[in-house]
């Protein structure tokens, strides 16, 4: 598994980002993937998974209604689509992959990550 963020960049308020995770790997289809993002002196957080076959998704509160998360299992790939976006969207966005059955939100339930991409959202 080799996965790689691309897309972040500088955005106004209310302006809209799409992220991309590629997997250079063959086994994406069997991995539940996931968003993490982390902010300047912050944790890194929990923002959205999909299941393995994008049926299921799940986001956490703060970005519910704003955020997208997608697949594209024949591309290897993920997406995170960001609309509405706030300064306080800024931060680092990771995506991260997990081989299990069960769902989780947990940093460190996913062993595998990419390098990041920077989101800064500006007032």
């Known amino acids: 598994v080799q996965l790689q963020a691309s897309g972040g960049g500088l955005v106004q308020a209310g302006g809209s980002l799409r992220l991309s995770c590629a997997d250079s790997?063959?086994?994406?289809?069997?991995?539940?993937m996931a968003w993490f993002r982390q902010a300047p002196g912050k944790e890194r957080e929990f923002v959205a998974f999909?299941?393995?076959?994008?049926?299921?998704?799940y986001y956490a509160d703060s970005v519910k209604g704003r955020f997208t998360i997608s697949r594209d299992n024949a591309k290897n790939t993920m997406y995170l689509r960001m609309t509405s976006l706030k300064p306080e969207d800024t931060a680092v966005y990771y995506c991260?992959?997990?081989?299990?059955?069960?769902?989780?939100?947990?940093?460190?339930?996913?062993?595998?990550w990419g390098q990041g991409t920077l989101v800064t959202v500006s007032s």
């Open positions: 790997g063959s086994t994406f289809s069997s991995a539940t």
């Open positions: 991260a992959a997990r081989y299990s059955s069960t769902w989780s939100i947990s940093v460190l339930s996913y062993g595998y």
């Open positions: 999909i299941r393995r076959s994008g049926g299921s998704t």
